[in-house]
């Protein structure tokens, strides 16, 4: 789909650059604002700092093309790289509800949740990185970051994503629990694990984010990624145009300061912009805005030479209805358009507020069937055999008893993960109400295999630093992490 020329991509481009330039972003972070000053950067008003065109152009020189991230099963580690290839997938995160799939209705996530949902995404056939869906409401704050990559890490040998950081301390144990899981230390080009660090929309890099992405840069050994979060019409212009090179904008204020900080350093282009509802003022996500912006941002991340985390699958609805349906599929196979390295957004439900492992299994399917429509069929001399078509008509049975067919059917068609293809009096007979009835008969089936698991010596050194963390920051007493795991 050719819905941004070269032209426009350019011109978008152009925008970016003279908006960093003549506006700058705000910089709350005293060391960050030292550090632009000393590329060459300027002082604007406030605490905002104006950005050159060339101060860009240096930032992206220094950015590697390609990187490795490494998962416990080396079969499973994902090569990194601009290029329209291979589109990974991985689920959203950071949420704070569990959401019931019929009704809508919420409930705080727990570490239970988390569990359920990490042992559901390492089943998924289409998932390549698992990232902590939820945010545990049943553990400390500052070490929930920790206790969810520990889930995750038990649950899955699949890719990691780093969780959600806030603080400095977060990010070195994070890093030094994925060491210990991966065996990567980034030295070879594999990295252990990817760090996502979120500007505040419009064009604002805060204190405390900005100072844990520097004590990150410093330690090295991690993908970083740039997060951008805006909303057209509120945080963002009203133009989706605009709106995306405010984006950029936004992306690029980041990624010269890593690589100010760290040359080298591979990254991320992490794109995130919704919309507005234009009679309300409400945010929005699941509407076709957030796929059309997707497409954009992964031509400007490849023409940066970097790889595009953008977003897929997402929605509004509040329960798993025809909404949810028509805005994850349409929003995937939009944001899918480009190719796009990394596609985001499994597990979404209520524009991110939180997710369900139902919605999971709904988005796994939705994806087996966008991989299958952007894959190019076979039409060489074999599948179009002109001898086995003519055997087929004239047998005067059809195709199925061909040889031709037969190797063919599996091959060649779509085989569904979890839609339902039986008979009407099969389905009545039952008693399933709907698609949802049929994901959480196959959630059950998932749970109940149990863990993956992970070697001994490797789960107590993770709970150790856990431990070590909770000392550190200062905590009195913390729920055991080696207690926790085994919750389900």
Known sequence: MNLWSEEAIEAIHNASLALLERGGVRVESDEARAIFFAAGCKAGVTDRVLVPAGVVEEALATLPRQFTLAARNAERSLTMDPEPAQIYVHNMGGARAMIDPRTGASTLATMRDQIVLARVMHSLANQHEVCPLVMPQ?????????????VLAHETDKALGGPGISHPFQAEYVVE????????????????VDIAFSPVSPLLLGAEVTDAMLETLRRGHVVVEI????????????????????????????????????????MYYGPRLSAT??????????????????????????????????YGPTSDSKTVDTQLGYEHALNAIIGMAARPRFLSGLGDIQ?????????????????????????????????LDVDAMIEGALSGQGYLGTKHTRRYIRKDLAIPLLSYRGGLNEWIA?????????????????????????????????????DSAARQIGMAEWPDPRGMIGSV
């Open 430 to 466: 039952s008693g399933r109400s709907g698609l949802v009835d049929i994901a959480s008969e196959k959630v059950a089936e998932i749970v109940a295999r149990g863990p993956l698991g992970c070697p001994d010596e490797m789960l107590e050194e993770l709970c150790r630093l856990i």
């Open 277 to 310: 509802d234009p009679r309300t003022g409400v945010v929005t996500s699941g509407t076709p805005e957030t796929g059309v912006a997707s497409v954009a941002a992964t031509l400007l991340a490849r023409r940066y030479g970097l790889p595009c985390d953008c």
């Open 351 to 383: 524009a991110g507020v939180g997710s369900s492992p139902e919605v999971l299994l709904i988005d796994d399917e939705i994806l087996n069937y966008c991989f299958y429509a952007l894959e190019e069929r076979p039409w060489d001399s074999d599948a």
């Open 227 to 266: 997060l951008p979060c805006p909303a057209a019409a509120t945080t963002a212009p009203g133009a989706i145009a605009a709106a995306v090179a405010t984006q950029n904008a936004e992306a690029l204020a980041g990624i010269v300061l890593a690589q100010i900080v760290a040359p080298g350093t591979p």
């Open 177 to 192: 629990m994925a060491k210990v899981v991966t065996g990567a230390s980034g030295d070879d080009g594999v990295y252990p």
């Open 138 to 150: 049943d553990v400390p704050g500052d070490l929930e970051p920790l206790y969810s990559y520990l």
